[in-house]
């Protein structure tokens, strides 16, 4: 299994920053602070609910079909993680601003 970046830091939980990136093919790093992607912060069952959805064209009833839940379940699903993805960029851009 392919390792996955953590948001959370293991020890306080606060959110963690990339600090510098490298190239694999000529070993060029970029040295500094750097917010990671929103993606990065969800779960990996909600990314891939993201990514069905994106590969579904947002086609709630195929998904619903796929997944072999009802509509509203998964409609609840998608406005539960709605919910998460604002709360989460309503927290990163308050510590943009701090």
């Not at 990671?36 to 909600?46: A, C, G």
């Amino acid at each position: 299994m392919k390792a996955k970046i953590p948001g959370k830091c293991p020890s306080c939980e606060n959110t963690l920053l990339v600090t510098e990136l490298e190239c694999s093919a000529c070993d060029t790093r970029v040295n500094g602070k750097y917010s990671m992607p929103l993606f990065n912060y969800l779960l990996p069952d909600e990314q891939a609910f993201i990514l069905d959805f994106f590969k579904e064209s947002g086609k709630l009833n195929t998904m619903a079909k796929q997944h072999k839940v009802s509509y509203p379940t998964l409609r609840n699903k998608l406005d539960d993680l709605i919910n998460k993805v604002k709360a989460l960029e309503k927290a990163m851009n308050s510590d943009d601003e701090s």
